[in-house]
Every structure is written in structure tokens, then in C-alpha cells.
């Protein structure tokens, strides 16, 4: 079975500095990779997903994440964090195939400074 | 469009006592996901139906803990004689197709006392 790690549990950083949340999987075949943010308060909510094609996507609020085979990793960025992206970001891995959950990492709560 | 809805929000049930908590999944989705969400073990993956049978139920744990899913439009998780242990906050999923993008309720907190 798939499986994600989030080595850091909690990140803080200053308003309009740049971001990278790390996420690494462990799956034998191809995967299908997700970032989902969950606010305060509220579910969690898809920010970008990855299925195939081009390694680097694209999601809202100006977030990106690239895939990098070699290493397992599928790591979040932005270059640029507003006081509002403070949240709890999770990491997801599924196989491509149709009987699959997606796996969860731990989460990483993401703090930003004023 | 209603998004998933989940009741009840708030639980607290004494040691002993069973919870039953339900999921109503977006109308035409035909993959309804549980999870479960501590501190300290993050987002745990329990038990998965696809077009209401029972998929993957690897994450429930063998004792005490099952998952219904009677018709399209609900979901029931129940837990017999709740432990302390099983304070958490119960998340309810659901998707297209398993694999594409899961829409989350706000979950159900189960407080044990």
C-alpha cells in the first residue's frame, strides 16, 4: 500500500517570503499525487492535484508543486505567503488504479507571520 | 450544490456507550470515504465503498468499529463500546470516480469521556 511522509509538522514563516512544504511517497507503480489545505475551522479542501504529464502544476491562490520521480517527492510551493495561507497543508498519493483510496500524510500547520 | 454533509458535528459519549455517525455524500458521487484525524497520527484512512459496496476497509480497526453504506445517499460509521481512544474527528469524503479529487464534510468530533 502507498504511503505519504510530511517530515516537518509545523512550518512558520514571514509574510511574503517564499514557501516549500515537503511531502515524499512510497508506491511501487505511478501515482496520482495531491495537495489539500484545510482552514481553520472548515474540511479540507483539493489546492492542486497531479495525474500525469507535465511534473510541475499548477493550483490556486498561486501555489505549485513539482514531481520528481527519482526522489518520490512531490513537494508545495509558493513564492510569495499571505497572512490568509496559514492552515494545516496534507499531502496525498493514490494508485492509478480504480479500487484505491487515497493515502494522507500527517499534515504540516503552516503558520504566517505578519 | 450541497457539499457533504455530516451529523452529528460535535459528539461526547461516556466510555462504554456506541456513536453512530452518518455522511450524505454529493448527489452522483459514487465513492464515499472515511477518515480519521488526530494530533498525533494526522489523517488516518478507515474504509472506502464504491457505488455502495464495501472497496477497502485495510484502516478500520477489527474490533468495534463498522461502516454502512444502505442506499446512494448515506453513510453510517458506528463504534461499539467507545474508548477514550476514539476521540477524534471522523471525516467523511466523497468523489466522481476513487482517484479523482475527494470532497470533505466538516467532520464529526467524537469526544469519549
Known amino acids: 500500500a502507498q504511503s505519504v511522509t510530511q517530515p516537518d509538522a509545523r512550518v512558520t514563516v514571514s509574510e511574503g517570503a517564499s514557501l516549500q512544504l515537503r511531502c515524499k511517497y512510497s508506491y511501487s507503480g505511478t501515482p496520482y499525487l495531491f495537495w489539500y489545505v484545510q482552514y481553520p475551522r472548515q474540511g479540507l479542501q483539493l489546492l492542486l492535484k497531479?495525474?500525469?504529464?507535465?511534473?510541475v502544476v499548477q493550483g490556486v491562490n498561486g501555489f505549485e508543486a513539482e514531481f520528481i520521480k527519482s526522489n518520490s517527492s512531490f513537494h508545495l510551493r509558493k513564492a510569495s505567503v499571505h497572512w490568509s495561507d496559514s492552515a494545516v497543508y496534507f499531502c496525498?498519493?493514490?494508485?492509478?488504479?480504480?479500487?484505491?483510496?487515497?493515502?494522507f500524510g500527517a499534515g504540516t500547520k503552516l503558520s504566517v507571520k505578519p | 450544490n450541497a457539499g457533504v454533509i455530516q451529523t452529528p458535528r460535535h459528539k461526547v459519549t461516556g466510555k462504554g456507550q456506541e456513536a453512530t455517525l452518518w455522511c450524505e455524500p454529493i448527489s452522483g458521487h459514487s465513492a464515499v470515504f472515511w477518515y480519521r484525524q488526530t494530533i498525533v497520527q494526522g489523517l488516518e484512512f478507515l474504509t472506502y465503498f464504491r457505488n455502495q459496496a464495501p472497496i477497502d476497509d485495510s484502516g478500520m480497526p477489527k474490533e468495534r468499529f463498522s461502516a454502512q453504506m444502505p442506499n446512494q445517499s448515506h453513510s453510517t460509521l458506528k463504534i461499539q463500546s467507545t474508548q477514550p481512544q476514539d476521540s477524534a474527528v471522523y471525516l467523511c469524503a466523497s468523489s466522481l470516480l476513487s482517484g479523482n479529487t475527494l470532497y470533505f464534510g466538516e467532520g464529526s468530533r467524537l469526544i469519549v469521556v
Open positions: 497531479y495525474y500525469s504529464g507535465d511534473p
Open positions: 496525498a498519493v493514490s494508485a492509478q488504479w480504480n479500487n484505491n483510496a487515497p493515502r
